[in-house]
Structures are given as structure tokens and as C-alpha cells.
């Protein structure tokens, strides 16, 4: 008879990771962001437990953007007139937030997992007492 594995309480332990998205492109820097918040990179994965970390995203500026496609925001959709904001030099966080929040699992879940997230523009992050690991070889 097959027994289905539910994670006790030690499995719960969520740890800190940096990301340093300095020269890196914004897809691979959301799937691998995206992988890091559900979980699913952890042998006790379970998609009824949230056992995903917290993860702080470090250079949100120096991210390498598509320059053939640029990407526009509507101050007020709906109403002609309106200037178009381009996003790519204005928010580079919430491009980010954006393309990872659409790379999470639907459900209630999703509304959560963004809560974790920690994204800043420059170098600097208030996280240090955390001590994040710092995240390279996997990007």
C-alpha cells in the first residue's frame, strides 16, 4: 500500500537565498525566482504545504530587458489621450514582480507567495541578518 509523504513541521524550515540580478536576462532570472518561492526545487515538495524560501533580489536595475520588444504601461486604460509610460527604464522591480507572480501556480497559494519576495533596485538590502545564501550556479 502506498502511503502519501506529508512534511512534518522540521521540513517547514524556509531559508533565506540572494539573487543578484546584475547582466542577467528577465526570464531566467522569474523562473528560477519563481521555482525558489513555490518550493519545487526541494525533495519534500508538497503542493498542499508551503515549503518554498525567501528570496531577496538584489540589482533589479541591471537587468538585461528584450530591446526589441519595449513594453509600455497605460496611466489610465480605456481613455484615449493618455500617455504610455515605457516601464523598462521606469520600473525595473515591478516588471520583475510582474513576470514572476505570472509564473506562479494559480490558487490560493499565489496570493502568498509573492510575500516572500524582497526585490531592491541597488546593491543594498537590510536581509544581512538572515544570512541569505548567495545563489549563483543555478542562473
Excluded at 530587458?65 to 484615449?80: A, E, I, K, L
Aim: aromatic residues 8%; positive net charge.
Amino acid at each position: 500500500m502506498n502511503e502519501t509523504f506529508i512534511p512534518a513541521s522540521d521540513y517547514k524550515k524556509k531559508n533565506w537565498c540572494l539573487i543578484d540580478c546584475k547582466d542577467q536576462k528577465l526570464g531566467r532570472i522569474a523562473v528560477v525566482i519563481s521555482r525558489l518561492l513555490s518550493g519545487k526545487q526541494k525533495l519534500h515538495y508538497h503542493p498542499a504545504f508551503d515549503v518554498g524560501d525567501y528570496v531577496v533580489v538584489i540589482n533589479a536595475q541591471d537587468m538585461i530587458f528584450d530591446s526589441q520588444q519595449p513594453r509600455f504601461s497605460v496611466n489610465v486604460p480605456g481613455r484615449p489621450g493618455r500617455l504610455l509610460k515605457q516601464v523598462i527604464n521606469a520600473l525595473p522591480s515591478q516588471l520583475l514582480m510582474t513576470a514572476i507572480y505570472g509564473m506562479l501556480p494559480e490558487g490560493s497559494a499565489k496570493k502568498s507567495l509573492p510575500k516572500r519576495l524582497k526585490i531592491y533596485n541597488g546593491p543594498d538590502h537590510p536581509h544581512a541578518a538572515q544570512n541569505p545564501i548567495k545563489l549563483d550556479e543555478f542562473i
